[in-house]
């Protein structure tokens, strides 16, 4: 299918996700009349299961199979397996580009804005983390330098060679990892709302102006937990107002209910080890995203980065950008992302 028909094909997703929203907002407004018991008990019952959440990612499945990815699991051990998508007919003229989704959910949600520009351009590799999706390991290891061996690994086994890598937020740091163990496999390095490489006073800091339990955000269990955590991450936020509680609800079903203990254990690790300012130097071109309006990690971060890196390294700041910039700058950052990996010149801000 060529690019004009995903393209429409998605406009339709995009079309059907509203009218779902808006009708199921009013069928919740319908509910609350106690004339007709039968009717808000049925409703009620179709709220706690996660029927929109789980069209939607069927939806979002089908879509990324348009893009000419498919899914495949790699086991690394007898303990260890991840999910990748992967690319239909992988094309040697088309260089490999790596990319791994953050906290906030798994890879077909967070990447939806950027497969069909990127699987255009290169042999696009998408993994779920462990825990994510359909990733998992009964190891007790909870470390972001044992996703990035994993993935590295399973790469491996999946045949790919030398390869680019972008990484947002969390997977921003699983990303930095696989650079520094693998110098000679990766070429360039896109790393997006990352903090790495921060002092104990900045992680402290910064814990005390979100003023809230990371993990009871991060891993939310209500619809006022996942509310949050958009509102932190997103600078134009104003669409929650219409967002009803239950599609939240939905969406902690579906997507946070499993592996719930380990993901929490890997917020306890992130929390309680010793910050490191001093962390190695990559020898790959890197290119550091931010953007102006970030809440979870403010530019302070993204600077000491890019000095830290020194000129190997360039940082571009997208304005009235929070910290999703795949879901508010995605045009943006796919155009940067193409023209850092292929060498072209393009404007930046360079600090």
């Not at 808000?40 to 709220?47: M, T, V, Y």
């Not at 995605?330 to 072209?344: R, S």
């Amino acid at each position: 299918m060529d690019s004009k028909k995903i393209w429409h094909f998605f406009s339709y997703f995009s079309t059907i996700q509203i009218i779902f929203r808006y009708l199921f907002l009013i069928i919740q407004n319908l509910s609350r009349f106690p004339k007709y018991p039968f009717i808000r008990n049925a409703i009620s019952d179709l709220f706690h299961a996660p029927v929109i959440v789980t069209f939607m990612d069927t939806m979002l499945l089908l879509y990324f199979h348009l893009c000419n990815l498919s899914p495949c699991t790699v086991d690394i051990d007898d303990q260890t397996t991840i999910h990748f998508f992967t690319p239909n007919h992988r094309k040697f003229n088309k260089p490999n580009l790596v990319i791994i989704h953050g906290y906030g959910g798994t890879s077909r949600w967070q990447f939806v804005h950027q497969v069909r520009p990127l699987s255009n351009r290169f042999n696009l590799y998408v993994p779920d983390l462990i825990f994510f999706g359909k990733s998992y390991s009964a190891g007790a290891d909870r470390t972001e330098v044992f996703q990035a061996k994993c993935l590295v690994e399973g790469l491996k086994r999946l045949g790919v060679g030398r390869f680019s890598v972008y990484g947002i937020s969390y997977g921003g740091i699983v990303a930095y990892h696989m650079a520094e163990m693998n110098p000679l496999e990766i070429d360039k390095v896109v790393i997006v709302s990352t903090a790495i490489g921060y002092t104990e006073e900045q992680k402290e800091r910064q814990l005390t102006r979100i003023g809230r339990r990371i993990s009871g955000f991060l891993v939310p269990e209500s619809p006022q937990d996942l509310r949050f955590l958009v509102s932190l991450s997103m600078y134009r936020n104003d669409f929650l107002k219409w967002v009803p509680d239950f599609f939240f609800g939905q969406f902690i079903n579906a997507m946070y209910k499993t592996h719930r203990k380990e993901r929490l254990e890997m917020i306890e690790h992130l929390l309680t080890k010793d910050a490191d300012p001093n962390i190695p130097i990559l020898t790959q071109e890197t290119l550091i995203i931010w953007g102006d309006q970030d809440k979870v990690f403010p530019l302070e971060f993204a600077h000491q980065l890019h000095r830290h890196l020194g000129s190997k390294s360039k940082l571009v700041i997208l304005k009235n950008t929070g910290h999703a910039v795949n879901m508010e700058s995605p045009c943006e950052l796919n155009i940067l992302i193409k023209t850092f990996v292929f060498g072209h010149s393009y404007h930046m801000l360079e600090v």
